[in-house]
């Protein structure tokens, strides 16, 4: 059990460039979720996968944000055109599949900072 | 999910007993009662969570309220490396799965 990875740990982009986040789960774990933090506030939901399907979106994630997990196992987080106000931490999570009241085990984030 | 309500800020003093109040009135029967906490720089940790019967595991006690609509978390002996931010999370058991945080508590451990 090597945790779930995310990478990169920082990045410092310019306003309108695109960005890309991966994460890679605990392995055998089928639910994987992202969520963002701005400085101050606890985490806020974004979207969450089962396996490969993408099960719910948060209206937090705007047509410029898009995320994907194509085999199931890892998972990518991509925001078009950046604006200053998506400058947060990036956190990934991921469980095992079973019903209810399984754990969620955390990434150490990526922190993004757009200028 | 339920809100709960968390005080902003407490302090304690190294060794002592840490006791986190979290308030969930609104609290569903099929609701959990979850805590995590999130150290400087690290995605959050899960610490403890239960129903109605208070529970306790290596890291701390979870005592819930008879009514449920209140809990508390206890760090037996606290030292500095508990100084993080505490988050009380309801969840319903079934279907929705994700984890809604409120702002938590930000505990200072000092020396």
């Known amino acids: 059990d090597t945790g779930v990875s995310q990478d990169p740990r920082h990045k410092i982009t310019k306003r309108g460039q695109n960005v890309t986040f991966r994460c890679d789960p605990i392995?055998?774990?089928?639910?994987l979720y992202w969520y963002r933090q701005t400085l101050g506030q606890g985490p806020e939901f974004l979207t969450y996968f089962q396996n490969e399907a993408q099960l719910e979106k948060s209206r937090l994630l705007s047509d410029r944000f898009s995320a994907e997990r194509p085999k199931g196992s890892f998972s990518t987080l991509e925001i078009q055109r950046t604006e200053q106000g998506d400058s947060a931490m990036y956190l990934c999570a991921s469980s095992r599949d079973r019903v209810g009241n399984e754990k969620l085990f955390f990434g150490s984030g990526t922190q993004l900072s757009v200028l | 999910d339920a809100k709960t309500t968390q005080p902003p800020s407490m302090d304690c003093a190294e060794g002592r007993a840490a006791n986190l109040p979290c308030n969930h009135s609104?609290?569903?029967?099929?609701?959990?009662v979850y805590w995590y906490r999130q150290i400087h720089s690290q995605g959050p940790q899960y610490i403890i969570h239960g129903l109605k019967n208070n529970e306790t595991n290596e890291m701390a006690s979870l005592i819930i309220t008879e009514d449920r609509k209140s809990s508390t978390l206890i760090l037996p002996h606290a030292t500095l490396r508990d100084t993080a931010v505490y988050y009380c999370?309801?969840?319903?058991?079934?279907?929705?799965?994700?984890?809604?945080f409120g702002t938590g508590t930000r505990l200072t451990i000092i020396p």
């Open positions: 392995s055998e774990h089928n639910r």
């Open positions: 999370i309801v969840r319903a058991t079934f279907g929705n799965e994700k984890l809604t």
């Open positions: 609104t609290i569903s029967g099929n609701e959990y």
